[in-house]
């Protein structure tokens, strides 16, 4: 059974950073990909970050590309999302996913099948 534990959020001021970390286990590694989403109030969950986890390739949503970074430990337990240059449009409940296809891009949310509870951040101006 997969669990998914997402820390690290918090209040930051816009210009900020936060790291995000996600414990996974369960997870069957090398064979799919996990990444971040997020969900702000009144909208749909978008892809933040995506990393193959038999290759290691990352993908990132352009609005984060440049000040995110995806990254998993060498155990591959704990996958991370350091969060530089924070802005208040990246207000949101952040989430882990995992077990999801190893494909180029970040696919929808809809492909992946485990989740954590999610993680809020709040950046304010």
């Known amino acids: 059974q997969v669990q998914l534990v997402e820390s690290g959020g918090g209040s930051v001021q816009a210009g900020g950073s936060l790291r995000l970390s996600c414990a996974a286990s369960?997870?069957?590694?090398?064979?799919?990909?996990m990444g971040w989403f997020r969900q702000a109030p009144g909208k749909e969950r978008e892809g933040v970050a995506t990393i193959d986890t038999v290759t290691g390739s990352t993908y990132y949503a352009d609005s984060v590309k440049g000040r995110f970074d995806i990254s998993q430990d060498n155990s591959k337990n704990t996958l991370f999302l350091q969060m530089n240059s924070l802005k208040p449009e990246d207000t949101a409940m952040y989430y882990c996913?995992?077990?999801?296809?190893?494909?180029?891009?970040?696919?929808?949310?809809?492909?992946?099948?485990?989740w954590g509870q999610g993680t809020q951040v709040t950046v304010s101006s």
């Open positions: 996913a995992a077990n999801g296809p190893r494909v180029p891009g970040i696919p929808s949310w809809m492909h992946f099948d485990s």
């Open positions: 369960g997870v069957t590694h090398n064979r799919y990909s």
